[in-house]
């Protein structure tokens, strides 16, 4: 077997090293999220017509219901776009955390991490249907979706000590 590239295991070690770093940055963003979700969820009711309500394309209708969320509205609705912002960040950083979970090569971190952004897009889908749609089980499912993405990234670092 080849020897391994003389910088390739500084790099690895470097890319773990920020793969922890993510992990605990998306363990207490999913926290965040949780506390935004629930805020809104009491002071903020999703009208029943908006962008992307009923849609007869669910991917269309995420879009638009993302986009009119991401864009505000009344005071009460700023929690709202608080929570599908920071719900688009830890999206793009739970997929950020899979690469570098990969460059790592850690076993244990590629899979807390492919699970922990199969939660958070889990998570994002059905809170997208909720919005659009207003059925409690997508609220369900949005909130166990967040479950397995938090309880992934903390086994991860737990792993990774």
Do not use: K, Q
């Not at 009923?54 to 609705?77: E, K, Q, T």
């Amino acid at each position: 077997m080849p020897e391994p590239a003389a910088g390739s295991e500084g790099a690895r070690a470097r890319a773990f090293r920020l793969w922890r770093g993510m992990a605990a940055g998306l363990v207490a963003g999913l926290g965040a999220e949780y506390v935004l979700g629930m805020s809104a969820n009491f002071w903020f009711t999703v009208p029943s017509t908006h962008p992307g309500s009923h849609a007869s394309n669910y991917f269309a209708g995420v879009v638009h219901v993302a986009w009119w969320a991401l864009r505000g509205g009344a005071a009460p609705m700023t929690l709202f776009r608080l929570h599908v912002t920071l719900g688009v960040l830890l999206g793009l950083g739970a997929a950020a955390a899979l690469a570098a979970a990969v460059a790592a090569r850690r076993p244990a971190g590629i899979w807390a991490a492919a699970v922990g952004l199969a939660g958070v897009a889990g998570a994002g889908f059905n809170g997208a249907s909720f919005a659009n749609y207003g059925h409690d089980f997508s609220s369900l499912l949005m909130a166990l979706a967040w479950l397995i993405a938090w309880i992934a990234y903390g086994l991860g670092l737990y792993a990774a000590r």
